[in-house]
Structure formats: structure tokens, C-alpha cells
């Protein structure tokens, strides 16, 4: 699950752990990313334009 915080924005990711978010306005946001098995994070993200790819590393519970 990867939310927009401070938005209604939720939305779930393939397989594979990728979304697409259409029709974010440039700025910076926070992202949460919540995903079973896995350690939840948040990061803020820059969006500069309409065309962004951007990439947050999950690591699995039980690892540093």
C-alpha cells in the first residue's frame, strides 16, 4: 500500500511493488509505504514534473 500522507491518495502497487499516481502537482511530498513481511517507510519525494520515477528501497522485518 503506498499512501500520499496529508492526502486521500492510497493506492496498492503491483507484484512487483510498482504504482503510478497520475495527476500529482509538482511539489514535495511524503510517502508512506506499507507492504506485509516487509518494514514500513516513509520518505519524501520531490515531484518535479508529470513524468517522475522514483524508487524506495523496502527492507524485510528482521534486517538492519
Do not use: A, W
Not at 511539489?27 to 514534473?49: A, G, L, P, R
Amino acid at each position: 500500500l503506498v499512501k500520499i500522507q496529508g492526502t486521500d491518495i492510497e493506492i496498492y502497487s503491483d507484484l512487483d511493488g510498482k504504482f503510478t499516481i497520475n495527476g500529482m502537482v509538482p511539489d514535495t511530498y511524503e510517502i508512506k509505504c506499507v507492504m506485509i513481511s516487509y518494514q514500513e517507510k516513509e520518505e519524501k519525494v520531490k515531484i518535479e514534473k508529470q513524468d517522475n520515477q522514483i524508487e524506495i528501497q523496502l527492507q524485510t522485518l528482521g534486517t538492519k
